[in-house]
């Protein structure tokens, strides 16, 4: 199994925005869903968004309406575009992609920091 990769972090101003990706082989196309997570110092991943097989996306209450979930299947990457980014947006940023007949094999990106300053 290949480990999905993100890709896009950096540093922003408040109200700015940033795009990240996630991709892998098999990533759109192996019939489970794809999700992000976010993780700051000292605390668990709190999840943020996710699409599943068919498109259908869902969103933490903390960044409905600012963020956007997409998935490009010829790419087999899946794009979360974040925008008007607050500074309690800073963390680092995990993409967990599934395998399996039950999609029951997770696996998780090193992922990607994202800073957000006044």
């Known amino acids: 199994q290949v480990q999905p990769v993100e890709s896009g972090g950096g540093s922003v101003q408040v109200g700015g925005s940033l795009r990240l990706s996630c991709t892998a082989p098999?990533?759109?196309?192996?019939?489970?869903?794809v999700n992000w997570y976010r993780r700051t110092a000292g605390k668990q991943h709190e999840w943020v968004s996710s699409?599943?097989?068919?498109?259908?996306?869902f969103y933490a209450d903390s960044v409905k309406g600012r963020f956007t979930l997409s998935k490009d299947k010829a790419k087999d990457t899946v794009t979360l575009q974040m925008n008007n980014l607050r500074p309690e947006d800073t963390a680092t940023y995990t993409c967990?992609?599934?395998?399996?007949?039950?999609?029951?094999?997770?696996?998780w990106g090193p992922g990607t920091q994202v800073t957000v300053s006044l």
């Open positions: 098999g990533l759109t196309s192996n019939n489970c869903d």
């Open positions: 699409i599943s097989t068919r498109g259908s996306t």
């Open positions: 967990k992609m599934a395998n399996g007949v039950r999609c029951e094999d997770n696996y």
